[in-house]
């Protein structure tokens, strides 16, 4: 009995591997309207997103309203087509 020697039984592979851990980015390293590359002088951040600089900023918004726009006016004519054959007598199909 003083002769067995304890075997510990083998690490696994993966634990034995070191797992490289990739460091989270703090910021894009692009423009989200332009898709310029931002540099650290002069990055430009409102709203929670990154811009290259106030224009590009004015800019998205701008595109952003217009985008709003456009799909409250298509909701409203989808509304009134629909309010428009309900309207309709049962007997008659609606003009197109």
């Keep these: 009995m003083a002769n067995e020697v304890e075997q510990k039984p083998a690490a696994p ?8 851990v990739k460091k989270k980015k703090l910021r894009p390293t692009n423009c989200v309207q332009s898709n310029k590359r931002i540099r650290r002088k002069d990055w430009y951040y409102r709203n929670g997103k990154y811009f290259a600089n106030k224009q590009c900023f004015k800019l998205f918004l701008t595109q952003e309203a217009d985008k709003a726009t456009k799909a409250k006016e298509a909701k409203e004519a989808d509304a009134a087509a ?3 054959a309900s309207a309709a007598p049962a007997g008659e199909a609606p003009a197109a």
């Design 13 to 20: 592979a993966a634990a034995t591997t070191a797992v490289k």
């Design 82 to 84: 629909a309010a428009k």
